[in-house]
């Protein structure tokens, strides 16, 4: 990771690039989705589908929400966070009997946002 804030700036696209760009979320409003790459830095591709029964995306005129939150659990990094006017906001489940490990060791990587 290269900041320990992390930030996405977002472009309204038709079409997703095939070489998406770190922090940068592509909208494409003719397919009803959003892609970017995972924020933790492991290169992977997440997609989200905008629809009414999985992610709404908020729109502001400056910034961008998705909600809910992305858990990314088909890839080797697990990432879990929301995308909250533009910036990570890191989440970690309870349940996960790893967290407090994760926890810890990220607390040196990543300043957490919650949401209030």
């Known amino acids: 990771m290269k900041?320990?804030?992390v930030s996405f700036r977002f472009e309204f696209v038709e079409?997703?690039?095939q070489k998406m760009e770190?922090?940068?979320l592509y909208i494409s409003l003719p397919f009803n989705m959003a892609m970017h790459?995972?924020?933790c830095g492991c290169g992977k591709e997440v997609a989200t589908k905008i629809s009414p029964s999985r992610?709404?995306?908020l729109?502001?005129?400056e910034t961008v929400s998705l909600e809910p939150s992305i858990r990314n659990s088909g890839i080797p990094c697990q990432s879990h966070y929301f995308i909250s006017r533009s910036k990570v906001q890191w989440a970690y489940d309870t349940y996960d009997d790893e967290a407090p490990k994760t926890r810890k060791k990220s607390r040196k990587k990543f300043r957490f946002f919650w949401q209030k």
């Open 3 to 5: 900041s320990t804030t």
């Open 22 to 24: 770190e922090q940068v």
């Open 37 to 39: 790459l995972c924020p």
């Open 59 to 61: 729109y502001d005129g």
């Open 15 to 17: 079409r997703v690039p």
């Open 55 to 57: 992610w709404k995306l």
